[in-house]
């Protein structure tokens, strides 16, 4: 059985419309990824990225040494966005983005673990405690992403802490290593290049082109030709360097780097809440049950 909230968060997810969506998951028996799967075969929908639907509270922050040679960026959780303009948990997160940069942590365990740099008396986890006590919402270091380079490091944050991005590069002047940053921040690049696509990815988009392309009632040889052409948009939305420069859409990203004798490393782009499920609560419900003991 269908349900409405299964259309209606279906509809949200492609833009596509009521009647298909119930047409979809009725044929995928209510798999969502299925279900967006058979609208892009049809033409009905374009790819639904999975952190549309996701959300979580905190910050993201970035951390670059004086040198330019060492940077990161963290992601840390809380429960309410209220917490994001707290000034002890603003300084909290800026703390832990220097500390990856400077201690060099293996993973968040390993980080948690660290000696840290705002209290020598206490661990990071100890800290972390102790935030969470003082403050009065659960926490958590989420992830993390390190830079250290012989090129140079840069970073962005938009939103006031929404969106953190940091990037590895050769050659690169401040205002460039700026707007790379920015397209980033702004173009959701998956991948540095073509290079960097897994193998399977590529192959599961081009099956979806094709059966596009057939379903638009082109034979079998037609379609194989069709799915070379369009195969090109896509790295062109998911790679980095075939993205159009979104300060000039007519020359890509790979034009402005050859143009300035620059070269792209690597990339992080952390989004508060990316790829984590938030519960959605009924505030009214919670109350009416506290009242009710």
Not at 44 to 55: F, G, H, L, P, Y
Not at 83 to 109: G, H, M, T
Request: glycine residues 6%; aromatic residues 4%.
């Amino acid at each position: 059985m269908i349900t409405a909230s299964q259309v209606k968060d279906l509809r949200e997810k492609t833009g596509a419309g009521m009647m298909d969506c119930k047409k979809v998951l009725t044929e995928a028996d209510g798999d969502m990824e299925k279900a967006i799967e058979l609208l892009r075969e049809r033409g009905i929908a374009k790819a639904a990225k999975k952190s549309d639907r996701v959300a979580a509270e905190g910050l993201v922050d970035a951390y670059i040494t004086e040198d330019g040679k060492v940077g990161a960026v963290v992601e840390v959780n809380a429960e309410t966005d209220f917490v994001a303009s707290n000034a002890e948990f603003k300084a909290f997160v800026a703390d832990v983005a220097k500390q990856v940069a400077l201690n060099n942590p293996a993973d968040v365990e390993a980080l948690l673990a660290q000696t840290s740099i705002s209290d020598s008396t206490k661990t990071v986890q100890e800290v972390l405690t102790n935030k969470i006590a003082t403050i009065g919402e659960n926490m958590s270091i989420r992830r993390f992403e390190r830079f250290e380079t012989n090129g140079t490091v840069a970073k962005y944050i938009h939103g006031d802490g929404k969106i953190a991005v940091l990037v590895d590069m050769n050659n690169a002047s401040e205002e460039l290593a700026k707007d790379i940053c920015m397209q980033i921040a702004a173009a959701k690049p998956e991948y540095l290049n073509r290079e960097s696509v897994p193998a399977e990815r590529v192959e599961k988009e081009m099956e979806i082109l094709k059966a596009q392309a057939m379903n638009e009632g082109k034979p079998a040889e037609i379609a194989e030709k069709m799915v070379q052409g369009r195969i090109g948009k896509f790295y062109g939305e998911i790679c980095l360097v075939d993205q159009e420069f979104v300060k000039d859409p007519d020359k890509k990203v790979s034009q402005l780097l050859k143009e300035k004798g620059a070269e792209i490393n690597r990339f992080a782009r952390l989004e508060k809440g990316e790829g984590i499920e938030k519960v959605e609560e009924n505030f009214a419900e919670e109350v009416a049950k506290q009242i009710k003991g």
